[in-house]
Antibody
Framework: DVQLVESGGGVVQPGGSLKLSCAAS????????MHWVRQSSGKGLEWLGR??????????HYAASVRDRFTISRDDSMKMVYLHMNSLKTEDTAVYYC???????????????WGKGTTVTVSS | FVLTQPHSVSESPGKTVTISCTRS????????VQWYQQRPGSAPIIVIY?????PSGVPDRFSGSIDSSSNSASLTISGLKTDDEADYYC??????????FGGGTKLTVL
């Protein structure tokens, strides 16, 4: 079964940093683009960014709201994707989800699988 | 562009409900639309991909469509069950933004 498991969430002070991890299993991780999405309590889904596969030069793309503070990386040998968050603000408090971008043949693809999420609280 | 969904909809068990997702600019037909269901306390799951395709395991009570005249996508759920009560999000993309979510619709089955 395709599975994504996030970890690394916790409480951090404003201005601090945190690194979230996502362990993937059950699919060809190296060939898949991966996204991070977050959701503040009682709010909607907010896309944060994407990292593509090695075949696409590990290209990254970020939402404007986090572009200068968040970075996505991956380790294909470990089947892991990471979200590095710097200069955290109270408004970054949210559940953070790791998701897989599924493609087939020459399709554009779509997000099909989500992890259960990890909670980040930014508070003094 | 922005995807606009109604904040909430409600319907009775056994009935049919349709949730709309209106694209603010550009044609709804240009880029595929996905729909996600999120039950309270759980991660989202995909229920419709590429406008009208249903993943395996999703009941055929769920269907998707697009309407160019209203520039919107729709998720229709027939034979409503109390278990369908959840938040539903539409999602699309464009050349500059790989993922754009609608604001979400809370479905109440009462």
């Amino acid at each position: 079964d395709v599975q994504l498991v996030e970890s690394g969430g916790g409480v951090v002070q404003p201005g601090g940093s945190l690194k979230l991890s996502c362990a993937a299993s059950g699919f060809t991780f190296s060939g898949s683009a991966m996204h991070w999405v977050r959701q503040s309590s009682g709010k909607g889904l907010e896309w944060l960014g994407r990292i593509r596969s090695k075949a696409n030069s590990y290209a990254t793309h970020y939402a404007a709201s986090v572009r200068d503070r968040f970075t996505i990386s991956r380790d294909d040998s470990m089947k892991m994707v990471y979200l590095h968050m710097n200069s955290l603000k109270t408004e970054d408090t949210a559940v953070y989800y790791c998701t897989r971008h599924y493609t087939y043949y020459y399709s554009v693809g779509y997000i099909d699988v989500w992890g259960k999420g990890t909670t980040v609280t930014v508070s003094s | 562009f922005v995807l606009t969904q109604p904040h909430s909809v409600s319907e009775s068990p056994g009935k049919t409900v349709t949730i709309s997702c209106t694209r603010s600019s550009g044609s709804i037909a240009t880029n595929y639309v996905q729909w996600y269901q999120q039950r309270p306390g759980s991660a989202p799951i995909i229920v419709i991909y590429e406008d009208n395709q249903r993943p395996s395991g999703v009941p055929d009570r769920f269907s998707g469509s697009i309407d160019s005249s209203s520039n919107s996508a729709s998720l229709t759920i027939s034979g409503l069950k109390t278990d369908d009560e959840a938040d539903y999000y539409c999602q699309s993309y464009d050349s500059y933004n790989p993922v754009i979510f609608g604001g979400g619709t809370k479905l109440t089955v009462l």
